[in-house]
Antibody, heavy 122, light 108 residues
Framework: QVQLVESGGGVVQPGGSLRLSCAAS????????MNWVRQAPGKGLEWVAF????????KYADSVKGRFTISRDNSKNTLSLQMNSLRVEDTAVYYC???????????????WGKGTTVTVSS | EIVLTQSPGTLSLSPGERATLSCRAG???????LAWYQQKPGQAPRLLIY???SRATGIPDRFSGSGSRTDFTLTISRLEPEDFALYYC?????????FGGGTKVEIK
């Protein structure tokens, strides 16, 4: 069945770095854009980043632009999020989410992983 | 960015009752590109509705979406015990993608 499994979360100090991964299975990964969405403790959902089906186009929320980098390896069906210069306010559950389209633009997300927790604290 | 305001913040209803959730956009949502998600505690969101009114695969027909431009509604015709959860709207018509703050549907 269609599945997304995130990994790489943990506790990191402010200013530190972390790399999240998402393993995709059960669908043709190369046909769809992919997203990262986060949810701070007790808060709502915040879209973080999007990458086009072929990795050629990326989009970011202003809150992470210049600090986070989204990428994908279509040969391994994996999505990544490199997070640098982490801040306390980046603390959240990070979800990998399949986009509904193979477009240059993020649409709605029809498959979600269970999430991985990132805690930024000194 | 488009700000989405969901109301009410909390809806207290009994099983079998009708739930009406509102999502209002600060400006017109291009092509009515609005989606609704359900989230239960400790779980990932699940897509319910896209394009304002199209049900996602496997979603029961007691869930329906309506509206256009700046005013959208999610209706649950008869609440089942498993429908008590958080609901979020999301627009994908204008960059950046944005979500509403959510409506909690709780058991009265």
């Amino acid at each position: 069945q269609v599945q997304l499994v995130e990994s790489g979360g943990g506790v990191v100090q402010p200013g530190g770095s972390l790399r999240l991964s998402c393993a995709a299975s059960g669908f043709t990964f190369t046909n769809f854009g992919m997203n990262w969405v986060r949810q701070a403790p007790g808060k709502g959902l915040e879209w973080v980043a999007f990458v086009r089906y072929d990795g050629s186009n990326e989009k970011y929320a202003d809150s992470v632009k210049g600090r986070f980098t989204i990428s994908r390896d279509n040969s391994k069906n994996t999505l990544s999020l490199q997070m640098n210069s982490l801040r306390v306010e980046d603390t959240a559950v990070y979800y990998c989410a399949k986009d509904s389209k193979g477009s240059s633009w993020p649409y709605y997300m029809d498959v979600w992983g269970k999430g991985t927790t990132v805690t930024v604290s000194s | 960015e488009i700000v989405l305001t969901q109301s009410p913040g909390t809806l207290s209803l009994s099983p079998g009752e009708r739930a009406t959730l509102s999502c209002r956009a600060g400006q017109s949502v291009t092509n009515d590109y609005l989606a609704w998600y359900q989230q239960k505690p400790g779980q990932a969101p699940r897509l319910l509705i896209y394009g304002a009114s199209s049900r996602a695969t496997g979603i029961p027909d007691r869930f329906s979406g309506s509206g256009s431009r700046t005013d959208f509604t999610l209706t649950i015709s008869r609440l089942e015990p498993e429908d008590f959860a958080l609901y979020y709207c999301q627009q994908y018509g204008i960059s950046p993608l944005t979500f509403g703050g959510g409506t909690k549907v709780e058991i009265k």
